[in-house]
């Protein structure tokens, strides 16, 4: 009677609705199963009971676990014993400086414990899976591996075209590049004309160089002073030549493809049209007749 009992136990009805629970790390089935009556998914007997009689000897896993309306005590059981965890995700956009990373795993509540600010450019710009619980340290772990295993792909294929001469100048520049243009066909041709200044001794005059010393990568939300613009500190490219002495975004794969292998082109300048691309030219005769041109469009369309 007594096996009986717990054959009846174990097979009780199905969840009478849809619940979410949260399983601790080194948690017993007597704990989880206490978890999923208080949430209501279950009685505690019924899921102990099942796990007793036929839950073999896979452990179950801690996490987040959507327990769908109708699962049995052995749906469950066999959903944390393979870990289909819920999955959530955090997404860093190409460009986003550290700062802003770092503000936005912070602001993950589901996640715990704290981080540092990331080395700039130590991060490459994905969409990040999590599960509820998860240390902070060990998702900021897995974006900063992501750009390791991103980096030594795009390393191994350089062109010796490239003004890089190793990892931080390459996510240097990338960074750069990533900030100069928001359209993808052009990453290659703004690569292009910062490998030729760089050849030939120009000043690289980017223009977020300049606000990174001030705001670390966030927004600045004015325009840039004539200060600015000449302060001599280790990242403004308008009052240096070369590049500056680390990233200022952390740039995505596109970005550093691009300064491993930029666009064989003989251009020296390039003007915004004030679309998130660029006009393009050789001579400074010619980038000034270009520079006129799009101010004027541009005032025309309200824009300056």
Same mark, same amino acid.
């Given at each position: 009677?007594?096996?009986?009992?717990?054959?009846?136990?174990?097979?009780?009805?199905?969840?009478?609705?849809?619940? @979410?629970?949260?399983?601790?790390?080194?948690?017993?089935?007597?704990?989880?199963?206490?978890?999923?009556?208080?949430?209501?998914?279950?009685?505690?007997?019924?899921?102990?009971?099942?796990? /007793?009689?036929?839950?073999?000897?896979?452990?179950?896993?801690?996490? =987040?676990?959507?327990? !769908?309306?109708?699962?049995?005590?052995?749906?469950?059981?066999?959903?944390?014993?393979?870990?289909?965890?819920?999955?959530?995700?955090?997404?860093?956009?190409?460009?986003?400086?550290?700062?802003?990373?770092?503000?936005?795993?912070? %602001?993950?509540?589901?996640?715990?414990?704290? @981080?540092?600010?990331?080395?700039?450019?130590?991060?490459?710009?994905?969409?990040?899976?999590?599960?509820?619980?998860?240390? /902070?340290? %060990?998702?900021?772990?897995?974006?900063? %591996?992501?750009?390791? !295993?991103?980096?030594?792909?795009?390393?191994?294929?350089?062109?010796?075209?490239? %003004?890089?001469?190793?990892?931080?100048?390459?996510?240097?520049?990338?960074?750069?590049?990533?900030?100069?243009?928001?359209?993808?066909?052009? /990453?290659?041709?703004?690569?292009?004309?910062?490998?030729?200044?760089?050849?030939?001794?120009?000043?690289?005059?980017?223009?977020?160089?300049?606000?990174?010393?001030?705001?670390?990568?966030?927004?600045?939300?004015?325009?840039? !002073?004539?200060? =600015?613009?000449?302060?001599?500190?280790?990242?403004?490219?308008?009052?240096?030549?070369?590049?500056?002495?680390?990233?200022?975004?952390?740039?995505?794969?596109?970005?550093?493809?691009?300064?491993?292998?930029?666009?064989?082109?003989?251009?020296?300048?390039?003007?915004? !049209?004030?679309?998130?691309?660029?006009?393009?030219?050789?001579?400074?005769? =010619?980038?000034?007749?270009?520079?006129?041109?799009?101010?004027?469009?541009?005032?025309?369309?309200?824009?300056?």
């Amino acid at each position: 009677m007594a096996i009986l009992a717990l054959l009846l136990a174990a097979c009780s009805g199905g969840a009478p609705r849809d619940t @979410v629970v949260v399983i601790p790390p080194g948690a017993s089935i007597a704990k989880a199963g206490d978890i999923l009556e208080q949430a209501g998914a279950t009685s505690a007997s019924a899921f102990v009971n099942h796990a /007793r009689l036929f839950g073999g000897d896979d452990p179950i896993k801690p996490g =987040e676990y959507e327990v !769908k309306k109708g699962m049995s005590p052995g749906d469950i059981l066999s959903l944390m014993q393979a870990g289909k965890t819920i999955q959530r995700f955090v997404t860093v956009p190409e460009g986003m400086p550290s700062i802003l990373v770092w503000e936005r795993l912070m %602001a993950e509540k589901r996640l715990k414990g704290k @981080v540092a600010v990331p080395a700039e450019g130590s991060v490459l710009p994905d969409t990040y899976a999590y599960t509820t619980g998860e240390t /902070r340290a %060990a998702v900021l772990k897995r974006m900063q %591996a992501a750009m390791d !295993k991103a980096f030594a792909e795009l390393w191994a294929k350089r062109s010796p075209r490239t %003004a890089a001469k190793d990892r931080n100048q390459a996510l240097t520049l990338a960074s750069i590049v990533e900030k100069e243009t928001g359209v993808p066909a052009e /990453r290659r041709t703004v690569a292009g004309v910062y490998t030729n200044r760089l050849a030939v001794g120009m000043k690289l005059q980017a223009d977020p160089t300049i606000i990174y010393p001030i705001t670390r990568g966030k927004p600045l939300g004015r325009r840039i !002073k004539r200060s =600015e613009i000449q302060a001599v500190n280790d990242y403004n490219t308008y009052a240096m030549t070369g590049l500056p002495k680390g990233p200022i975004a952390n740039p995505g794969k596109a970005s550093i493809a691009a300064v491993l292998d930029p666009e064989p082109n003989d251009y020296l300048y390039f003007v915004a !049209k004030g679309d998130g691309g660029h006009i393009f030219a050789r001579t400074l005769a =010619e980038h000034s007749a270009n520079v006129q041109k799009w101010y004027e469009i541009r005032r025309a369309r309200g824009e300056m």
